[in-house]
């Protein structure tokens, strides 16, 4: 039950990119993975920025760094 949505996924999307003129082409192949693997990436990212302590982020931008700057410097790493 768990390999049938992939499956399902697997044989729709090869469809449509064959009439997109995609199939069997490397930039297909990269297209179909990475929708495929994103939510399995997106979902703990999440989590864990749900966790995260905001306070650092607020004492980088009372230090003058922008908005930008502390989500890229501090955020992000």
Excluded: N, W
């Excluded at 495929?36 to 760094?65: N, Q, R, Y």
């Amino acid at each position: 039950p768990m390999v049938l949505p992939v499956v399902v996924f697997a044989i729709a999307i090869y469809g449509f990119f064959l009439r997109l003129g995609l199939g069997g082409t490397t930039i297909g192949f990269v297209i179909a993975h990475t929708v495929l693997a994103l939510p399995f990436a997106i979902i703990p990212i999440a989590t864990a920025l749900e966790g995260f302590d905001k306070s650092i982020e607020d004492a980088a931008i009372v230090c003058g760094a922008s908005p930008l700057q502390a989500k890229l410097r501090i955020t992000l790493p």
